[in-house]
């Protein structure tokens, strides 16, 4: 099993930037791929970013060139870097790892844009 541990999220402005953090840890062989996926009320679980073990990067349209992925393997944590948020960013964000066909989400962190 792997546990992933997700904080950084808060109440910010309109505009304003923050920083999600997501440390894997448990039994860790070969994460392939890292990422965050968010939750709105009332509407579906979609993809915000996702990064591989390489270093390949890939973003929601929503979000390109405001979110930046990023991770640190050694450490087995990835960040998403929130740039200019708008009020439709409010949403959970939920970071995911995926290692040898197993997928693994964690709790949550609650990101909240508004004035």
């Known amino acids: 099993q792997v546990q992933l541990v997700e904080s950084g999220g808060g109440l910010v402005q309109p505009g304003g930037s923050l920083r999600l953090s997501c440390a894997a840890s448990?039994?860790?062989?070969?994460?392939?791929?890292m990422g965050w996926y968010r939750q709105a009320p009332g509407k579906q679980r979609e993809l915000v970013a996702v990064?591989?073990?390489?270093?390949?990067?890939n973003y929601a349209d929503s979000v390109k060139d405001r979110f930046t992925i990023s991770s640190d393997n050694a450490k087995n944590t990835v960040y998403l870097r929130m740039n200019s948020l708008k009020p439709e960013d409010t949403a959970i964000y939920y970071c995911?790892?995926?290692?040898?066909?197993?997928?693994?989400w964690g709790q949550g962190t609650q990101v909240t844009v508004s004035s």
């Open positions: 448990g039994k860790i062989f070969s994460i392939s791929t």
């Open positions: 995911s790892a995926q290692q040898l066909g197993y997928f693994y």
């Open positions: 990064i591989t073990s390489g270093g390949s990067t």
